[in-house]
């Protein structure tokens, strides 16, 4: 699980992991299936309410190491592109593109869907957090007569460049989303759909996924009558060894309970936390879920870089998370050329 922007591994060899490492046979050198990664998180209002100074969506003077989170983004699509990605799991947080009730601020989202066409990398953008003029707190459940008005003006203003959307983000901790599960099918995941569907029929719609694989959480998005609002359903797992895979057959479960086992399955989040650029367990991990049987439609990285979460202002370093393919400074890791061969070897 991700706790305060840190990725938390217990580590590999607790589990008595039997991932193959660096050293051992020969390793496969195609994927059976496609890759994408994450982005670092637009906001953490658990610890600064407006953007997150270490990511895409700063402005100065709030911003880490760089005038404006526009040269992260050209830096980090350039990398993605080279990567081979399917698509990039990024978020986009409603108060930073609607401060103000019908006030709409799209010039950092243009600029990210801008950059990512040039470099070939389609966005599954996270629409995530409610703005102050919505509720109290950004994990405060909105009214859905304020959030479906922006999921329209969002897909329609993007249609015609990005088809896959997601609903929140792990809707199962209070730091994210505070309303419960029944607020969140209710007021999110169902109108969410229906304005998506209504302003581009061909877009799908992700279903955020739990913390964890959890299958009574899963089961409950039905039960709450949630089921037929979604077209993939997706995962987070930091085991960081193969329960990785084998937890996919739990979220597979679910859905054939359901009538609904032709679902994909997506692995939203996965990986270690490992601060070096010889990182043999991020490469092992990496090497066996994108090489070895599983449900699993799609395995998105988390993350690109490794990324700091700050207070502000002036920013400064609260947690550090070092689960990404190169170090803060661009240092590319053992990991990154595992996974440019992986995803290239799909093409």
């Known amino acids: 699980m991700k706790l305060k922007g840190l990725v938390v591994v217990g580590a590999l060899a607790a589990c008595g992991t039997v991932l193959p490492s660096s050293t051992s046979a020969p390793l496969p050198v195609r994927a059976v299936r496609p890759g994408g990664i994450n982005a670092q998180p637009g906001m953490r209002p658990w610890g600064y309410i407006g953007a997150n100074p270490d990511g895409w969506w700063c402005r100065a003077p709030a911003c880490n190491g760089v005038t404006q989170g526009t040269q992260f983004v050209d830096r980090e699509l350039a990398l993605a592109g080279d990567l081979g990605v399917r ?14 009730q ?12 801008r950059a990512a066409r040039r470099r070939h990398v389609p966005l599954q953008p996270i629409l995530i957090y409610t703005p102050a003029w919505a509720a109290t707190n950004a994990n405060d ?21 990005i088809h896959y959307w997601e609903l929140w983000d792990e809707p199962d901790l209070e730091r994210y989303w505070a309303g419960g599960q029944q607020a969140y099918v209710e007021r999110i995941v169902i109108p969410g759909y229906r304005a998506i569907k209504a302003t581009d029929r061909r877009a799908k719609v992700v279903l955020a996924a739990s913390q964890k694989p959890d299958q009574e959480w899963t089961r409950g998005v039905y039960r709450l009558g949630g089921g037929s ?19 996919a057959s739990l979220m597979l479960a679910v859905l054939r309970e359901h009538g609904q086992g032709r679902k994909p399955i997506w692995l939203g989040e996965y990986g270690v936390h490992e601060d070096t650029v010889n990182d043999v367990h991020q490469q092992a991990l990496i090497q066996a879920v994108m090489t070895e049987a599983a449900p699993i439609a799609m395995a998105q990285l988390y993350e690109l870089r490794d990324d700091y979460s700050m207070t502000c202002c002036p920013p400064e370093v ?20 595992t996974l440019r061969r992986l995803l290239r070897s799909r093409r």
């Open 229 to 247: 609002s979604f077209d993939i359903l997706s995962y987070h797992d930091y085991s960081a060894d193969r329960r990785v895979l084998s937890n």
């Open 102 to 113: 019908g006030v709409y601020d799209w010039r950092r989202a243009d600029y990210i869907v």
């Open 87 to 100: 698509n990039l799991r990024v978020e986009f947080p409603w108060p930073l593109i609607e401060p103000a």
């Open 141 to 161: 459940p909105p009214a859905i007569e304020d959030f479906t008005p922006f999921v329209r003006a969002i897909v329609k203003r993007y249609r015609k460049t």
């Open 318 to 337: 609260s947690v550090f998370d070092a689960s990404g393919m190169v170090t803060h400074a661009y240092r590319k890791k053992l990991a990154y050329t």
